[in-house]
DNA sequence: TGGAGATTTCAGTTTTTTCTGAAACTCCAG
DNA sequence: CTGGAGTTTCAGAAAAAACTGAAATCTCCA
């Protein structure tokens, strides 16, 4: 596919931000790509865009499908698979969160029970440092259980929450106080 | 400073966490170290107590002192540098979300907005393309308002925020239904 | 003023991650 | 079957990132 000078710029910023946040150049550029083209790509497209071998697009690809970010379509009298991706920005977001959150959260929340329970039980282990622990567990967990209720709510709805900003908790405020 | 096991496991697995989110392993380790510790370290000590070289521990504490993860005090009596960590969880997690919203977000943001706008002035870039670079800015336009106003409120009440969840939509919606 | 302790800098090494190209595999039409 | 288009796998190359150790710099005090 053909990329306008301003098109290149968007995708190889895209490249550099998902490097800083530990994703691979590739895949984060590939998803930009995807994201504007105007129609699904096949591999080779894709490759031959970005400048990257074929075989690491397919890696890439599968990475992507995994984040439930690319999803394989085919087109009519084509043999070859074809590439595209959500367009709904809050969507993207809510699917990037998820797995985030699947991977390094949940994983992450067992692992601290284990060191907070381990720590409580030694006697070696000092109060304090148990006690800290425990305090990001707790915080992680509500974080995770406050994500998991509102990726339910419609992205229209999110919306208006987020334009609303801090005046909801002076309406939580009222409503309480 | 001496690690039992429990402790050393959260420094480890904190080191992890840090490396999948673009921070380095051992500057990762260093903050869990701190935090935990229930006194301010000498830079000797955490270079020691992690098995790292002194001068890695001196670029780090220095990256983490750039994050406002790490201050330095002084002990009386003690010519050496010390460094300790704020340990309030909810404060420790508003200043990482602050500082990559300054490096990553608040760049990201000018560039797209120039990408749009070189995309809508330039004839061959498809206006579907230009709309979607919008769309994305859009968004983290309102996430980074909507950071904005939330960092402000007190830890408690974002703590009361979280516990809410998702009920505080049905609050707003009743507001305005 | 000099020198010991403390810290930082930085060139080079090690480790990790990413990417490539060739080979292997799959699937289907002829 | 057989051939060719399409895709995936994987061992090794290349690139990037992290880390080390030695030397330079700083700082304080006798």
């Known amino acids: ?17 998902g490097a800083r946040w530990g994703v691979s150049r590739s895949v984060a550029q590939i998803h930009a790509l995807l994201y504007l083209a105007p129609r699904p790509l096949t591999a080779e497209e894709i490759a031959d865009t970005l400048s990257i071998a074929r075989s690491n697009v397919s890696t890439s690809l599968k990475e992507l499908q995994g984040w439930g970010l690319a999803t394989m379509v085919h087109v009519l009298g084509d043999r070859r698979d074809h590439f595209e991706t959500e ?13 985030r959150k699947q991977r390094e959260i949940d994983p992450t929340l067992g692992t601290l029970e284990q060191c907070v329970r381990e720590a409580e039980e030694d006697p070696s282990t000092p109060r304090d440092a148990a006690e800290r622990m425990a305090a990001v567990h707790d915080f992680l967990a509500n974080v995770s259980v406050w994500y998991d209720q509102v990726k339910g709510l419609p992205p229209p709805v999110l919306q208006k929450l987020v334009r609303l900003g801090a005046r909801v908790a002076q309406f939580v405020g009222r409503k309480r106080g």
């Open 87 to 99: 367009k709904d920005v809050w969507k993207i977001a809510l699917k990037i969160v998820e797995q």
């Open 1 to 17: 596919m053909d990329l306008t000078r301003p098109m290149e710029r968007y995708v190889v910023h895209w490249g550099e931000m």
